[in-house]
């Protein structure tokens, strides 16, 4: 067979200079010279017929295109298919050389729920919620080993919204069930049973109604398990905005993310109009902020959301969101807190299928690191004058410091500032550690990274009313009993004039504390506590107070006691507080605490 009867394509000779020009022979008359040219007749048979250039040049070019198109197809499908499937590796990070990263924007999710929820709220209001996004390290991490079918176990601290008061009642939960479907931790749960329909998943609510973080910051390992993999905390009604409880609350930050398990840990804040009502925008939001901060955690905010709305529509939102303590939300109002933490969740597995885990450092970049810090941080030459000794005179040789050439070089010059070991690690410090304890700039730099790595942290005691496997046991407690109001809240009670009662301790920093109840609804009197003998140093607590919620507060009782076994008294003052009842002296103990 000749080389044109194999080749169709050269057919196209008809339209122009044959082969035989060229000196070669063709065996087909169409291709020789003295074939008389074809007739514009024949020529519009022959488009018609399919000979036209475009589809001729199609046919020819059809496999490199659809080779250099298989790639790209596959990528197509294996991001449709990838929030489905458990276990497939994360999707490669496109970049497009224009000096800036191609991010695919995650704020909607990349699932047909994602997109409900933007539809609902508007990206802006979704926007809005995240108070703090961070790195998204440990939440990523979290919905990684969940997309790998492992079990996922939930654990919720907080007050009376997470525990649901008042939207579910029922004979073993009159205050309302933490388990009823229309409560936040339920919907939270469908939401993961739904997503990964193959894995077990384990819902904790540890949320007790009255408590906040300071309670938690010392005992709330009682009340989730220790390797849990995502924990919620709920306290932006139920906590003060005394700047002391920023301490409690870097506390309780360090004490879970030193878990084992390495949990992410996401700030769910809730919001009320009575504390609105009595404090405006400045409510603890504003004390716990700084610490999530500080600590990369996230914050969902229900108050960023709904805050403007409350101001233009104060009654309908109070009825169509909250009950009639404006205290406590409805389904609704529990409905929205969902769907913010749910689109939040979603947005993260949207990044990780889109671009993976954090990527974790090399050694000699982190805080770890032993090389000197101009290997990191070049300062190869001075730029300032000693600082100023005399007020009035300036110091020798000023005028180099408005040497424009050493200021020019400081654009080149390499600032490779140390990072964290891992995108998981939390700071080495807590957030309220004076650095003078643990670093000194008048000193050489330490070789290595252990002067801070290394450090100790404190042993946490909590004797706790509300600890079920091990509750509460005062050695002594005459003219006190135990107290549980409606099968939630345990405390140590006492209405009796100088009733005593008596806890041991372990003390491993020096800080001892009571967390007691207080409300101007319930008659509640005064008592003061001691640690050990001193009883001339005892602190007067009073559980009365004009606010109008009933919560426990955390008060400290002595700041420097020595490190070993000691012991509380508590005993019931023979005054009040009380402004309109001389005899109330109910006093209620929930734990006491030391570190």
């Given at each position: 067979?000749?080389?044109?009867?194999?080749?169709?394509?050269?057919?196209?000779?008809?339209?122009?200079?044959?082969?035989?020009?060229?000196g070669?022979?063709?065996?087909s008359?169409?291709?020789?010279?003295?074939?008389?040219?074809?007739?514009?007749?024949?020529?519009?048979?022959?488009?018609?017929?399919?000979?036209?250039?475009?589809?001729?040049?199609?046919?020819?070019?059809?496999?490199?295109?659809?080779?250099l198109?298989?790639?790209?197809v596959?990528?197509?499908?294996?991001?449709?298919?990838?929030?489905?499937?458990?276990?497939?590796?994360?999707?490669?990070?496109?970049?497009?050389?224009?000096?800036k990263?191609?991010?695919?924007?995650?704020l909607?999710?990349?699932?047909?729920?994602?997109?409900?929820?933007?539809?609902?709220?508007?990206?802006?209001?979704?926007?809005?919620s995240?108070l703090?996004?961070?790195?998204?390290?440990?939440v990523?991490?979290?919905?990684?080993?969940?997309?790998?079918?492992?079990?996922?176990?939930?654990?919720?601290?907080?007050?009376?919204?997470?525990?649901?008061?008042?939207?579910?009642?029922?004979?073993?939960?009159?205050?309302?069930?933490?388990?009823?479907?229309?409560?936040?931790?339920?919907?939270?749960?469908?939401?993961?049973?739904?997503?990964?329909?193959?894995?077990?998943?384990?819902?904790?609510?540890?949320?007790?109604?009255?408590?906040?973080?300071?309670?938690?910051?010392?005992?709330?390992?009682?009340?989730?398990?220790?390797?849990?993999?995502?924990?919620?905390?709920?306290?932006?009604?139920?906590?003060?905005?005394?700047?002391?409880?920023?301490?409690?609350?870097?506390?309780l930050?360090?004490?879970?993310?030193?878990?084992?398990?390495?949990?992410?840990?996401?700030?769910?804040?809730?919001?009320?109009?009575?504390?609105?009502?009595?404090?405006?925008?400045?409510?603890?939001?504003?004390?716990?902020?700084?610490?999530?901060?500080?600590?990369?955690?996230?914050?969902?905010?229900?108050?960023?959301?709904?805050f403007?709305?409350?101001?233009?529509?104060?009654?309908?939102?109070?009825q169509?969101?909250?009950?009639?303590d404006?205290?406590h939300?409805?389904?609704?109002?529990?409905?929205?807190?969902?769907?913010?933490l749910?689109?939040?969740?979603?947005?993260?597995?949207?990044?990780?299928?889109?671009?993976?885990?954090?990527?974790?450092?090399e050694?000699?970049?982190?805080?770890?690191?032993?090389?000197?810090?101009?290997?990191?941080v070049?300062?190869?030459?001075?730029?300032?004058?000693l600082?100023?000794?005399?007020p009035?005179?300036?110091?020798?040789?000023?005028?180099?410091?408005?040497?424009?050439?050493?200021?020019?070089?400081?654009?080149?010059?390499a600032?490779?500032?140390?990072?964290?070991?891992?995108?998981?690690?939390?700071?080495p410090?807590?957030?309220?550690?004076?650095?003078?304890?643990?670093?000194?700039?008048?000193?050489?730099?330490?070789?290595?990274?252990?002067?801070?790595?290394?450090?100790?942290?404190?042993?946490?005691?909590?004797?706790?009313?509300?600890?079920?496997?091990?509750?509460?046991?005062?050695?002594?407690?005459?003219?006190?009993?135990?107290?549980?109001?409606?099968?939630?809240?345990?405390?140590?009670?006492?209405?009796?004039v100088?009733?005593?009662?008596?806890?041991?301790?372990?003390?491993?920093?020096?800080?001892?504390?009571?967390?007691y109840?207080?409300?101007?609804?319930?008659?509640?009197?005064?008592?003061k506590?001691?640690?050990?003998?001193?009883?001339?140093?005892?602190?007067?607590?009073?559980g009365?107070?004009?606010?109008q919620?009933?919560?426990a507060?955390v008060?400290?009782?002595?700041?420097?006691?020595?490190?070993?076994?000691?012991?509380?008294?508590?005993?019931v003052?023979?005054?009040?507080?009380?402004?309109?009842?001389?005899?109330?002296?109910?006093?209620?103990?929930?734990?006491?605490?030391?570190?």
């Amino acid at each position: 067979m000749s080389r044109q009867s194999r080749d169709p394509d050269l057919e196209l000779s008809a339209y122009g200079p044959s082969s035989a020009s060229h000196g070669e022979s063709s065996s087909s008359p169409l291709l020789n010279d003295h074939a008389p040219p074809p007739s514009p007749s024949r020529r519009r048979r022959q488009t018609a017929h399919g000979r036209h250039p475009a589809l001729v040049g199609l046919r020819r070019w059809w496999k490199p295109l659809a080779a250099l198109s298989f790639p790209f197809v596959c990528l197509f499908i294996y991001a449709l298919v990838h929030p489905y499937v458990p276990g497939l590796p994360p999707l490669p990070t496109v970049s497009i050389d224009t000096g800036k990263t191609a991010l695919r924007d995650c704020l909607c999710g990349a699932t047909r729920e994602g997109e409900r929820l933007c539809s609902v709220y508007r990206p802006e209001g979704l926007r809005t919620s995240r108070l703090v996004e961070g790195t998204g390290a440990r939440v990523r991490n979290m919905l990684a080993h969940a997309r790998d079918g492992r079990p996922i176990k939930v654990g919720i601290l907080g007050g009376s919204v997470s525990a649901c008061h008042g939207v579910h009642p029922s004979k073993d939960y009159p205050q309302g069930d933490p388990n009823g479907p229309g409560c936040y931790p339920s919907l939270v749960k469908d939401w993961f049973e739904a997503t990964f329909p193959d894995n077990d998943v384990e819902f904790m609510n540890g949320a007790i109604g009255g408590m906040d973080s300071s309670y938690y910051a010392f005992c709330g390992t009682h009340h989730i398990a220790l390797d849990v993999d995502l924990i919620v905390l709920e306290f932006d009604v139920n906590d003060q905005t005394d700047i002391i409880y920023q301490s409690f609350f870097d506390q309780l930050l360090r004490v879970l993310l030193e878990f084992q398990s390495q949990p992410a840990v996401v700030i769910l804040g809730s919001w009320s109009p009575q504390v609105a009502q009595d404090v405006g925008y400045g409510d603890p939001q504003m004390v716990h902020l700084p610490i999530a901060h500080y600590y990369d955690i996230p914050y969902i905010s229900m108050k960023r959301v709904v805050f403007n709305h409350y101001l233009r529509y104060p009654d309908s939102m109070a009825q169509a969101f909250f009950q009639p303590d404006l205290l406590h939300p409805k389904a609704r109002g529990h409905r929205v807190l969902a769907d913010l933490l749910i689109s939040y969740l979603e947005s993260e597995l949207c990044m990780l299928a889109t671009h993976g885990l954090p990527v974790v450092p090399e050694h000699a970049d982190t805080i770890a690191s032993t090389l000197s810090s101009s290997s990191l941080v070049e300062v190869p030459f001075p730029l300032d004058t000693l600082h100023l000794v005399d007020p009035v005179t300036p110091p020798d040789n000023w005028e180099s410091t408005f040497d424009p050439a050493p200021l020019a070089r400081l654009t080149s010059e390499a600032r490779h500032f140390v990072l964290p070991l891992t995108p998981y690690s939390l700071p080495p410090v807590a957030a309220f550690t004076p650095l003078r304890d643990v670093v000194d700039p008048h000193r050489p730099d330490p070789p290595s990274g252990r002067h801070v790595l290394g450090l100790a942290q404190p042993k946490l005691f909590c004797a706790d009313a509300n600890d079920r496997a091990h509750p509460m046991r005062p050695t002594s407690y005459e003219g006190w009993r135990e107290f549980v109001w409606n099968g939630e809240k345990h405390f140590w009670v006492s209405d009796t004039v100088s009733a005593r009662i008596r806890v041991e301790i372990k003390v491993s920093a020096g800080r001892v504390a009571i967390y007691y109840f207080r409300s101007q609804h319930y008659d509640l009197g005064d008592a003061k506590c001691w640690v050990d003998d001193n009883e001339q140093g005892a602190v007067d607590l009073a559980g009365y107070w004009t606010k109008q919620y009933n919560v426990a507060v955390v008060e400290y009782i002595d700041r420097n006691v020595t490190a070993g076994d000691h012991y509380v008294t508590c005993e019931v003052a023979p005054t009040t507080s009380h402004p309109t009842n001389p005899g109330a002296h109910n006093f209620r103990i929930v734990a006491v605490m030391a570190t």
